[in-house]
């Protein structure tokens, strides 16, 4: 996921718009991701070799882009309870462990 960032809220240059967007998926490979509709109750669903799971983000005042066909979700009741907190990324899943016959002697 890369976040892009503006000048500091000290800077006498005005402050650039920048969207975000946020991808996921099973490798570092980006042409293996899908775009996260952040905000969202949809969980990404994420599956490779090693890892079988989901993943859901979360970004306080979220103006970035959304999946296609979808509208971008400025806010999420996530931080009406999480007052200080800016993002969010939650993970749930399990990583397939590798499976070694035993040898009996």
Not at 15 to 39: F, K, W
Not at 79 to 101: N, V, Y
């Amino acid at each position: 996921m890369w976040l892009l960032g503006g000048y500091g809220a000290r800077s006498a240059l005005p402050m650039p718009r920048y969207s975000i967007i946020v991808t996921a998926g099973p490798s570092l490979d980006e042409a293996t991701h899908q775009c996260v509709h952040v905000n969202s109750e949809k969980y990404v669903p994420i599956s490779s070799g090693d890892f079988v799971g989901q993943v859901a983000v979360r970004v306080r005042d979220f103006h970035g882009v959304a999946p296609e066909g979808c509208e971008p979700i400025a806010q999420s009741v996530y931080f009406d309870e999480a007052k200080g907190m800016t993002f969010s990324i939650e993970a749930s899943g399990e990583f397939c462990i590798l499976q070694i016959p035993r040898q009996f002697s």
